[in-house]
C-alpha cells in the first residue's frame, strides 16, 4: 500500500457518512406545514361560519363537541383535537428552529445578500422568519386557551371572548401572521418539490406567486369580515354577557353549554 492509499483509507475513516438526517427533517418539516396550512383552510370555514349565521356557527360547533352523534355535548373531543394541532405546531416550529440565523453575524450576513439581491423569493424567506417568530407566541396563546376551554366556543361564548375579554387584538395579529406565514410556506413548497412547474419554470413561478398573492389576500379579508362579525355581536350582546347563544329550533336545555 502506497501512502497515498494509505492516506485515503485514513481519511475515509475520519469522514462521517452523509447522513439521511436533514433529507427526512426536511420532510417531515414539509409535511407538518402542508397540513397545518390544510388545516387553516377547514378553520377559515368553521370560524367564517357566523357570516352565515349564528346557527351556522352554533352547528359547526356542536358538530365537533358530538352533539348530533351522542344528543349530549362533549367539549373535550374539541380539546382532543387541540392537542393534536398544538403537537403538529409545536414539532413543525421546532423543526424551523433549524433555519433561523442563529447570531448576529448571520443575521447582517443575510441583510446584506438580501438587500443586494433584492430577489422577491429571498424577502419573502425573510417575512416567513419574522411572522414565524411572531407564531411562536400568537399561536401558543390561542392554542392553550383553546385547550383549556373548549366549551366556550359558540357565536355568543366566542363573541364575548372576542369583544369583552379583548382577543381581536390577539386575533388581528394572528391573522396577519398566519396567512402571510402560511401563503409564503405554501408558495415555497410548491417552488421547492416542483409542483405545478410546466415547461417554463420562470412563467410557472410568476403564476405561482400571483395565485399565492391572490389567496392571502382573499384570507385576510375574510379573515377581517368574520372578526368584525364577532366584534359586532359581542358589543351588541355585551350586556348579556355570559348568556349562551341557543337556536330557536332547539328544544334542549342549555343549547350551546
Ligand atoms: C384545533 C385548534 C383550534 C381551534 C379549536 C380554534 C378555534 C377558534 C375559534 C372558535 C375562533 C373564534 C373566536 C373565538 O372563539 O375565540 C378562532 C379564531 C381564530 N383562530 Fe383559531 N382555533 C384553532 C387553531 C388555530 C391556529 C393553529 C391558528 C393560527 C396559527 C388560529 C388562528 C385564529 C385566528 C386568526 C382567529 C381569528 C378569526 C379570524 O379573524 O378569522 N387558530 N379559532
Known amino acids: 500500500m502506497n501512502s497515498t492509499h494509505a492516506g485515503m483509507l485514513a481519511a475515509d475513516a475520519i469522514r462521517p457518512r452523509a447522513s439521511r438526517w436533514p433529507a427526512r427533517l426536511d420532510v417531515a418539516q414539509s409535511v407538518s406545514g402542508l397540513l397545518l396550512a390544510l388545516f387553516m383552510w377547514g378553520h377559515m370555514v368553521f370560524v367564517a361560519s357566523i357570516l352565515v349565521s349564528k346557527d351556522a356557527m352554533w352547528t359547526i360547533t ?45 443575521y447582517s450576513l443575510f441583510g446584506r445578500h438580501m438587500r443586494g439581491m433584492r430577489h422577491e423569493d429571498t424577502t419573502l424567506w425573510y417575512w416567513q422568519v419574522l411572522t414565524g417568530f411572531a407564531l411562536f407566541f400568537l399561536a401558543s396563546a390561542h392554542l392553550w386557551w383553546m385547550l383549556t376551554h373548549p366549551g366556550m366556543i359558540g357565536p355568543y361564548a366566542s363573541a364575548d371572548r372576542v369583544w369583552g375579554d379583548h382577543f381581536w ?3 388581528l395579529l394572528l391573522l396577519f401572521a398566519v396567512e402571510l406565514h402560511g401563503g409564503i410556506g405554501l408558495y415555497r413548497l410548491a417552488v421547492k418539490w416542483g409542483v405545478f412547474e410546466g415547461k417554463d419554470p420562470a412563467a410557472s413561478r410568476r403564476r405561482l406567486r400571483a395565485a399565492k398573492w391572490t389567496i392571502t389576500v382573499f384570507l385576510i379579508a375574510l379573515g377581517l369580515a368574520t372578526l368584525a362579525a364577532y366584534v359586532k355581536i359581542g358589543i351588541e350582546h355585551a350586556p348579556q354577557r355570559g348568556e349562551r347563544y341557543t337556536p330557536a329550533w332547539v328544544q334542549h336545555e342549555g343549547g350551546e353549554s
Do not use: D, M, T
Open 62 to 106: 356542536k358538530l365537533f363537541e358530538g352533539y348530533f352523534v351522542f344528543g349530549e355535548s362533549y367539549p373535550g373531543i374539541v380539546s382532543v383535537i387541540v392537542a393534536l394541532v398544538f403537537g403538529l405546531f409545536i414539532l413543525h416550529a421546532g423543526l424551523a428552529l433549524r433555519k433561523f440565523p442563529a447570531n448576529y453575524r448571520q
Open 169 to 171: 387584538i390577539l386575533y
